[in-house]
């Protein structure tokens, strides 16, 4: 026992039995309780083996750790919980595995890959007593995000009748590993192939609300993203900045139907919400891979959706961004809107984020868009030759504006002004 340990706590590692002892490449085994522990917290699902009159028997389900017992989610009616019933309880196998890498040698018999692998004996209960059953739920559901169960209706009477729960006391656990690189042999080193690790890992895509949710995004679905990669809301007289969702689809729709809004934008203008909604999920998922922050454009004084907005080319080691995907529906133009939201970003950007340089792109073609981004105060800098292809196939010339941090104090008491002077959204 190591000196430091309590003799009432648990040994560090799992003691070998015949199950668990290897009899193979002994040198990737390990028994160590804090390693078993944090795989089978890093995975979500496992493999539950069992056998059912005679026959072997294996099933995918989730699980969650709880001190040193796995439980693992089941139907009442399945045939494990079932068994798992009687007083000797159930034997089980539990396997779980990581897969970290592939592996390519220059000999095909020394292709192999990286995991992290581990197998659980032992005999399975069914967990009768409401209150664990509870506490076993709640910490499974805590597993998937930090905060969900209270983010979540807890199970009803009936919903707890129809889940069953098996305990699994780990005591005969076994951890496999294998990771590094390639283990070719020395005199297949000379060979014209190329050899090395792919390596392989989990990544959670965009969260999907479902149909009606207006609820924002919850912390724990949120990537780690920047400061200058965060949709922050942002308010002001006239126009509302909030973080764009799915759930805008309708209203967005409906306030930009004016074909007019649409010229000389890259995006085709959507027949029908269905539309609509592809162009959002475009930039949802743009700003999921941390290439824009999209907002949503909403009246101030009503909360009615107008349009939306966005930073792109967003480069916080360079210190710059650039403000587009820009669309408003036809009755806020030339109203104190498009102003202020412009306002707004800029602030954001160069006071908050310490931006050296903002750019905006526009149509050649687009003259109203030139003269409204040379109102704000910047400077047309260079023509962008074939720069993107239109909707209709013919290539678009760019013209590119640019303000600089030393010429934002200038332009934001211009713009001040210009909205003092915007009585009403009408005017």
């Known amino acids: 026992m190591a000196e430091h340990q309590h003799p009432n706590d648990p040994p560090e590692s799992y003691p070998q039995t015949r199950r668990t002892t290897a009899t193979r490449d002994r040198s990737r085994m390990s028994y160590r309780r804090d390693a078993a522990h944090e795989l089978l917290d890093e995975a979500y699902h496992c493999h539950l083996g069992f056998v059912v009159d005679g026959e072997p028997r294996l099933l995918p389900t989730l699980h969650v750790r709880v001190g040193d017992t ?88 009936r919903e707890l009748a129809e889940t069953a729960l098996l305990a699994l006391p780990l005591r005969e656990v076994s951890l496999r590993t294998r990771s590094g690189g390639v283990r070719d042999e020395p005199a297949d080193h000379d060979l014209p192939h190329w050899a090395g690790v792919l390596p392989l890992r989990t990544v959670a895509g965009r969260p999907e609300p479902d149909v009606g949710v207006t609820a924002p995004l919850p912390a724990y679905l949120r990537t780690d993203r920047s400061r200058w990669h965060t949709p922050a809301a942002m308010a002001g007289t006239h126009v509302r900045l909030e973080p764009l969702a799915e759930s805008h689809v309708d209203a967005l729709y409906a306030a930009t139907r004016a074909p007019e809004v649409w010229s000389h934008l890259s995006v085709v203008q959507p027949r029908d919400p269905a539309g609509m909604a592809e162009i959002v999920r475009t930039a949802l998922d743009a700003h999921w891979r941390g290439e824009r922050v999209p907002w949503v454009q909403l009246d101030a004084a009503t909360g009615e959706v107008v349009g939306t907005t966005s930073y792109y080319e967003i ?63 910047a400077t047309r800098e260079a023509v962008l030759r074939r720069h993107r292809i239109r909707p209709d196939g013919s290539w678009r010339d760019t013209v590119q504006y640019v303000m600089l941090a030393d010429e934002w104090p200038k332009a934001q008491l211009r713009l001040q002004e210009r909205l003092r002077q915007a009585v009403s959204v009408g005017r």
Do not use: M
């Not at 079932?82 to 595995?97: I, K, N």
């Not at 040698?105 to 692998?117: C, D, E, K, V």
């Not at 950007?349 to 792109?361: I, S, T």
């Open 70 to 157: 796995l439980y693992l989610h089941g139907s009442t009616g399945s045939r494990p919980l079932l068994a798992a019933r009687s007083d000797t309880g159930l034997p089980v196998c539990v396997a779980v595995t990581q897969l970290d890498g592939l592996v390519y040698g220059r000999s095909q018999f020394h292709h192999s890959a990286n995991y992290r692998s581990l197998v659980a004996h032992g005999t399975a209960h069914l967990v009768g007593d409401e209150s664990e059953q509870r506490r076993v739920l709640t910490a499974l559901v805590e597993k998937v995000g930090r905060g969900r169960s209270a983010d979540s209706r807890p199970p009803s009477r």
């Open 315 to 377: 480069d916080p080691g360079h210190r710059r961004v650039a403000i587009g995907h820009t669309w408003l529906g036809r009755p806020w133009w030339r109203t104190g809107v498009n102003t202020e939201a412009k306002l707004l970003l800029l602030a954001r950007a160069f006071d908050e984020l310490g931006a050296e340089r903002v750019v905006w792109h526009t149509d050649i073609r687009n003259e109203r868009s030139q003269r409204a981004i040379e109102r704000l105060g």
